[in-house]
């Protein structure tokens, strides 16, 4: 008997981490997002870099939008920098919005500051 305790507990775990690695993955990748292009220009409230991705939340027409920029290694790479992002600052985001209704949300796959393109995709056509 213990040993088929055993492997129930074992089978339950698997099943388990296969369910929050589905979760993780339906959220980080771009199942959540439209297939459609989408423009958004706003200014920069606050700002959380770091990882899994960053996210900026930007003032349109008095209504909050938040824009998931790349991960750190991501806006290293394109020069995107902390101070780039910082409250205050005008930023266009070209990505795809959140298929989930009314969800004011973007995955951004090129930014613009100060006239300057940051493409953090530059495999996806944006």
């Given at each position: 008997?213990?040993?088929?305790?055993?492997?129930?507990?074992?089978?339950?775990?698997?099943?388990?981490?296969?369910l929050?690695?589905?979760?993780?993955?339906?959220?980080?990748?771009?199942?959540?997002?439209?297939?459609?292009?989408?423009?958004?220009?706003?200014?920069?409230q606050?700002?959380?870099?770091?990882?899994?991705?960053?996210?900026l939340?930007?003032?349109?027409?008095?209504?909050?939008?938040?824009?998931?920029?790349?991960?750190?290694?991501?806006?290293?790479?394109?020069?995107?920098?902390?101070?780039?992002?910082?409250?205050?600052?005008?930023?266009?985001?070209?990505?795809?919005?959140?298929?989930?209704?009314?969800?004011?949300?973007?995955?951004?796959?090129?930014?613009?500051?100060?006239?300057?393109?940051?493409?953090?995709?530059?495999?996806?056509?944006?």
């Amino acid at each position: 008997m213990p040993q088929f305790r055993f492997y129930y507990l074992l089978c339950f775990a698997v099943l388990a981490a296969l369910l929050a690695a589905s979760a993780a993955q339906a959220h980080h990748g771009w199942a959540w997002a439209t297939d459609e292009e989408f423009e958004i220009t706003g200014v920069i409230q606050s700002a959380r870099l770091g990882n899994p991705h960053g996210e900026l939340t930007i003032d349109v027409d008095g209504e909050e939008w938040v824009v998931e920029v790349g991960q750190p290694w991501r806006n290293d790479r394109v020069a995107l920098t902390e101070e780039m992002l910082s409250p205050g600052r005008e930023i266009t985001v070209h990505g795809h919005r959140s298929a989930k209704e009314g969800e004011r949300l973007v995955k951004a796959e090129r930014v613009v500051i100060d006239g300057e393109n940051y493409d953090l995709y530059p495999g996806r056509a944006s």
